[in-house]
């Protein structure tokens, strides 16, 4: 087309109509659907592996302030942010067997929905000293763990000095109860998680902390690495950005509660 000082004013309007196009495209809400790396497992033994979250609002906000600590301020978080597990409205139950990995995930997808799917901080490079800001995208700079054989993946074994363990993966019950103990020691706060997934040594039934607190000290922290590293979910603690100034990589871990501001 041969631009004249009639069309100029045409080609201007048309100009203008892409940029605010653009503009819209760019704001459009994320995805609200996340994929569970972990997947729920429903009564008759089948995997979901997807569940819809939605923004919250000022609703969700007053209440959200009223829980008292940041566990339960995550919880109450999850609770009201996620809609659906498949096509099934959750119920608390639901909401307690999720896998500790699926909780995490969803609470993402919910932080992306509200918030955006960046984060802007700050940070200083240990190899050269030098301080700069960094922009971390959720999508493109947390990896994912996902199981492998969700129907079979979440329960395994693990051998031990006291005999052979079987385990399985932290839920939300779990989650819940260290909600519950923030103020409890380290060993403590261990003697629960591991209670919470212990299910049998040697065949013989685990009965919760006594349990646990009969294991040796480096039994303990085997069977929690253990878990650690099989545990599904977003990474959130590994991510790293190479350094503007030298390259070097930059450790920068992140926790759900800043995220969330809390």
Known sequence: MEITSDNIQDIQDLAKKISEFSEIKNRL??????????????????IVKV?????????????????????????????RGLEKIGYKTPTTDDLDSLLAGDRDAILLGIRKLTFGKTVNGTT?????????????????????????????????????????????LPNGIVQK????????????????????????????????????????ILDRENLLAEITSR?????????????KACGVEISIPLSLADLFRL
């Open 29 to 46: 809400p994320e995805d609200p659907t996340v994929e569970l790396p972990g997947g729920f497992l429903n009564p008759d033994g089948s």
């Open 231 to 243: 545990n599904p979910g977003p990474r959130l603690e590994a991510v790293v950005k190479a350094c």
């Open 177 to 216: 109860q260290l909600a519950d103990n923030l103020t409890k020691s380290t060993p403590e706060r261990m003697t629960i998680f591991l209670s919470g997934c212990l299910v049998s040594i040697d065949d013989e039934p685990s009965i919760g902390l006594s349990s646990a607190l009969k294991l040796g």
């Open 51 to 79: 569940a819809t979250v939605r923004e919250l609002n000022g609703y969700d906000e007053e209440i959200i302030a009223r829980g008292g600590n940041r566990a339960i301020m995550l919880n109450t978080i999850l609770s």
């Open 124 to 168: 200083v490079c240990p190899g050269c000293g030098v301080r700069q800001d960094v922009l971390i995208d959720l999508d493109e700079d947390i990896e994912t763990k996902e199981l492998t054989d969700p129907l079979n993946d979440r329960i395994f074994e693990i051998d031990l000095k006291a005999g052979k363990a079987v385990v399985g």
